[in-house]
C-alpha cells in the first residue's frame, strides 16, 4: 500500500485529491496539510510515502518546503501540484529532488497513475513536458553553472554518461537499452551508479545536470 499525504492551502481541493486517491487501488491518504510549515512534522509523524505538494501556499510555500523536506534523511517522493502557466519556479522544485509535477487541471486517473510511478522510483514527467519546461524556465544555464555541470559529470564513466545523456533527452530505460543495446537491468544499474557518484536523489535531477552542462 502506498501511503499519500496531501498538502495544499484549498480544502476544496484536499478534499477532492483524498476522495479521488481513496478510492484508487493501493493508495491510502494517510493524511492533510494546508500549508508548508506543516509538512515536516506530518511527514514525521505519518511516514508517507509520496508528498503530493501544492506550489502556492501562504506561509510556506511548496517550493521551500520541498526542499526541506528532500533535505532529510529517507525522505519520501514529493509530486509537485501546479498550474503551468503560472507557476515560473517548477525547476527549483525539481532541482530540490521532486520527483515530477502535475498539473492541476491533470484527469483524475492521470493522476493516480503518476501518484504509483513516483513510488515506484520512476520520474512522473513525460519527454515532452519535460523539454517543454527546461525550454520556459531555463533558456540560459549561464556559463558558471554550465562549467560546474561538466565539471560534476566527468566522474561518470564513458558508459554512464552515454546513458545519463539519453536520460537528459527525456528517454526511458527500456528506449536507453534499445539504443545502447544493453539490457533494462543494465540500463538501470547504470543510471543507479550515476546517481550515487554524482549525489543526486532521481532521475530529474540527472536530466537537469544533464542539460546545464549543455
Not at 511548496?62 to 514529493?78: H, I, K, S
Not at 515506484?120 to 540560459?140: C, F, K, N, Q
Not at 527500456?174 to 546517481?195: D, F, N, P, Y
Amino acid at each position: 500500500m502506498t501511503r499519500v499525504l496531501i498538502v495544499d492551502d484549498d480544502p476544496l481541493v484536499r478534499g477532492a485529491l483524498t476522495l479521488m486517491l481513496s478510492a484508487a487501488e493501493g493508495l491510502e491518504v494517510v493524511g492533510e496539510a494546508g500549508d508548508g510549515t506543516h509538512v515536516e512534522r506530518a511527514v514525521a509523524e505519518l511516514s508517507p510515502d509520496v508528498v503530493l505538494m501544492d506550489i502556492r501556499m501562504p506561509r510556506l510555500d511548496g517550493l521551500a518546503a520541498t526542499e526541506r523536506l528532500r533535505a532529510r534523511p529517507r525522505a519520501p517522493e514529493v509530486l509537485v501540484l501546479t498550474t503551468f502557466d503560472a507557476d515560473e519556479h517548477v525547476l527549483r522544485a525539481l532541482r530540490a529532488g521532486a520527483a515530477g509535477f502535475l498539473l492541476k487541471d491533470t484527469p483524475p486517473a492521470r493522476i493516480v497513475e503518476a501518484v504509483r510511478r513516483v513510488a515506484a522510483g520512476e520520474p512522473a514527467l513525460s519527454p515532452e513536458v519535460t523539454r517543454r519546461l527546461i525550454d520556459r524556465l531555463d533558456h540560459d544555464t549561464g556559463d558558471v553553472r554550465r562549467a560546474r555541470a561538466r565539471r560534476t559529470l566527468r566522474s561518470l564513466t564513458e558508459r554512464e554518461r552515454e546513458v545519463a545523456d539519453a536520460v537528459g533527452r527525456g528517454e526511458s530505460n527500456a528506449e536507453i537499452a534499445r539504443g545502447l543495446h544493453m539490457s533494462v537491468a543494465t540500463v538501470k544499474a547504470h543510471v543507479s551508479r550515476a546517481l550515487a557518484k554524482l549525489g543526486l536523489n532521481n532521475r530529474v535531477q540527472l536530466a537537469l545536470l544533464v542539460h546545464d552542462a549543455g
